[in-house]
T-cell receptor, first 116, second 113 residues
Framework: AQTVTQSQPEMSVQEAETVTLSCTYD???????LFWYKQPPSRQMILVIR??????QNATENRFSVNFQKAAKSFSLKISDSQLGDAAMYFC?????????????FGEGTQLTVNP | DVKVTQSSRYLVKRTGEKVFLECVQD?????MFWYRQDPGLGLRLIYF???????EKGDIPEGYSVSREKKERFSLILESASTNQTSMYLC????????????FGDGTRLSIL
């Protein structure tokens, strides 16, 4: 079974600074997808960024980027120029590549605080 | 934009009651999911469905059942609510393509007294 681990229950960053959230996973599959989701106090889960395992290039979405190390099974999220609106719970998630019923496996979450 | 709507934001029920949590999506997605979210445990999958009338157990199905009579609606049922089912419940939907993200509702905070 796949597992996802986020070893940092809480992180904090100063506004405008950079922060990196860690995620490791365990799988025997070679092809899969990885996601970072953000859950602000409003509670709605929002997709931040997605990485396809067969792509070597790290995904980037504006101020958000990942460091995907397939051999190490590591998938960290870097937030640059942190903003107050980035404060949220962040979840790392894994998904197998299959045609139907493809489910996500989530990590425990990291609560990010952004200090003004 | 995809809209996943959960019927209640907050719900308070009593031990032993039968509880229904409803979820509706408007994007004709094949897959629908029910998760439970608890502090320090992340999101854990209760049940999912990849087609009408189809369902599969997730990681923690005990004490729950589901119903999917129509493609857009996925219901979670607590047959006899217990205090250890007090939690946040999140519904999600996605297309059958595994590279597509899941879209989530706003969650229902359920308290069982």
């Amino acid at each position: 079974a796949q597992t996802v681990t986020q070893s940092q229950p809480e992180m904090s960053v100063q506004e405008a600074e950079t922060v990196t959230l860690s995620c490791t996973y365990d799988t025997s599959e070679s092809d899969y997808y990885l996601f970072w989701y953000k859950q602000p106090p409003s509670r709605q889960m929002i997709l931040v960024i997605r990485q396809e395992a067969y792509k070597q290039q790290n995904a980037t979405e504006n101020r958000f980027s990942v460091n995907f190390q397939k051999a190490a099974k590591s998938f960290s999220l870097k937030i640059s120029d942190s903003q107050l609106g980035d404060a949220a719970m962040y979840f790392c998630a894994y998904r197998r590549r299959e045609t139907s019923g493809s489910r996500l496996t989530f990590g425990e979450g990291t609560q990010l605080t952004v200090n003004p | 934009d995809v809209k996943v709507t959960q019927s209640s934001r907050y719900l308070v029920k009593r031990t032993g009651e039968k509880v229904f949590l409803e979820c509706v999506q408007d994007m004709d997605h094949e897959n629908m999911f029910w998760y439970r979210q608890d502090p320090g445990l992340g999101l854990r999958l209760i049940y999912f469905s990849y087609d009408v009338k189809m369902k599969e157990k997730g990681d923690i199905p005990e004490g729950y059942s589901v119903s999917r009579e129509k493609k857009e609606r996925f219901s979670l049922i607590l047959e006899s609510a217990s205090t250890n089912q007090t939690s946040m419940y999140l519904c999600a939907s996605s297309s059958y393509l595994s590279n597509q993200p899941q879209h989530f509702g706003d969650g229902t905070r359920l308290s069982i007294l």
